[in-house]
Nanobody, 118 residues
Framework: VQLQASGGGLVQPGGSLRLSCAASRSIFSINVMGWYRQAPGEQRELVATITSRSSTNYADSVKGRFTISRDNAKNTVYLQMNGLKPEDTAVYYC?????????????WGQGTQVTVSS
């Protein structure tokens, strides 16, 4: 499956952005979709995940500011980012893990740049 991310850009501190990530086909019923980010010189880190049953998990640094959601009919995951801070600047990657009887299949999108600066 291919994951197409969009919605990144340049925003001032305190501003908002909404990222979207669409899968190219129907997703296996048991799955986790998520967003990760990687700042220059840093390792890729978890931002938020959402399971196929809509259970969510957030990094402490984004709790209360970011909201992850999904539209299963569109095979799409979203990340609403409010109260953006300069330290949120990074390339954001969407991720899909399909959990199958034969094992897990892991997919990554191409990344979208988010820059928070005045």
């Amino acid at each position: 499956v291919q994951l197409q991310a969009s919605g990144g850009g340049l925003v001032q501190p305190g501003g908002s952005l909404r990222l979207s990530c669409a899968a190219s086909r129907s997703i296996f019923s048991i799955n986790v979709m998520g967003w990760y980010r990687q700042a220059p010189g840093e390792q890729r880190e978890l931002v938020a995940t959402i399971t196929s049953r809509s259970s969510t998990n957030y990094a402490d640094s984004v709790k209360g500011r970011f909201t992850i959601s999904r539209d299963n009919a569109k095979n799409t995951v979203y990340l609403q980012m409010n109260g953006l801070k300069p330290e949120d600047t990074a390339v954001y990657y969407c991720n899909l893990v399909e959990v199958r009887i034969t094992g897990r299949a892991n997919y990554w999108g191409q990344g979208t740049q988010v820059t928070v600066s005045s």
